[in-house]
């Protein structure tokens, strides 16, 4: 079990899950709320490497993308402790999400990405939000199987586990109810 240094930024909360469980959605209402929200890197990274036909996409080079979506993910987080560092601020996906990925892609993870996982720490609840197959879809960006989302819903709640996080299940509701549910925990 690896073991996390005090967490500064208490005011920093992670809402992650496999693909198409609607994180995207649910941020999206938070931010209406007038919560300050980060959305995740990946897809920016995917929809750059397409546009310029780059490898760093994970059906191409998985360690690229990787080695990419690691140094996004830790750049943006400092750009918010920089910015926003006494507000409550919502991560759709947090760095351990990649080191999740890493970790299900078999692609080594450096001793420097595990301290750097540890030092840049978010509140101890991390809202996760299990796999949907009614609202579950595929796309351009997204291309994993049903049974992949599953999986990776397993991994990340373990992976965070591993890391010493509270992780709390949203439930399987409208994103109003979600919201309401996520702000009565933090």
Do not use: H
């Not at 049903?146 to 819903?153: G, H, I, L, R, S």
């Amino acid at each position: 079990m690896k073991c996390q240094k005090k967490n500064q930024y208490q005011n920093y909360y992670v809402i992650t899950g496999g693909p198409g469980v609607g994180k995207t959605t649910l941020l999206n209402a938070l931010e209406i709320k007038g919560m300050r929200v980060i959305p995740e890197d990946a897809r920016q990274i995917i929809k750059e490497q397409m546009q310029t036909n780059g490898e760093g996409v994970p059906w191409k080079n998985k360690t690229l993308y990787a080695e990419l979506m690691f140094d996004a993910s830790l750049s943006t987080y400092r750009k918010v402790v920089r910015e926003v560092y006494d507000k409550t601020v919502f991560f759709d996906r947090g760095l351990l999400d990649v080191i999740c990925y890493m970790e299900m892609e078999n692609i080594p993870i450096s001793e420097e990405q595990n301290s750097q996982a540890e030092a840049n720490s978010y509140n101890r609840k991390v809202f996760i939000l299990p796999p949907w197959l009614d609202i579950y879809e595929t796309d351009n960006e997204r291309k994993q199987t049903w049974k992949e989302a599953v999986y990776t819903f397993d991994k990340m709640k373990q992976t965070y586990l591993d890391f010493d996080y509270n992780v709390i299940e949203v439930p399987k509701e409208t994103v109003d109810k979600r919201c309401e549910f996520i702000l009565d925990n933090i």
